[in-house]
């Protein structure tokens, strides 16, 4: 396996961040929601979005041991 570059490290840190606030807009719309079918739906995309969230953090976890240990020059 080969180390992640730092361009791929800062589109996996920019996608975890995209879905954590995929998760806290449909955490908002799931609480304001007065339709239960939106806040089902809004709780299943809260589900999906977290799945992605632990996919994305186990894809640098599996990468952090091939990391540098000291900053390139």
């Known amino acids: ?3 992640v570059t ?6 996996l840190a920019d996608s975890l961040s995209n879905e954590d606030l995929l998760i806290k807009q449909n955490a908002v719309m799931a ?5 239960g079918a939106f806040r089902q739906a809004a709780a299943q995309m ?3 979005h977290q799945q ?22």
């Open 6 to 11: 730092a361009k791929e490290l800062e589109y």
């Open 52 to 73: 992605h969230a632990q996919m994305l953090l186990q894809a640098i976890s599996q990468h952090q041991h091939l990391a540098p240990t000291q900053p390139q020059q």
């Open 31 to 35: 609480a304001s929601a007065t339709n």
């Open 46 to 48: 809260i589900q999906t």
């Open 1 to 3: 396996m080969q180390p």
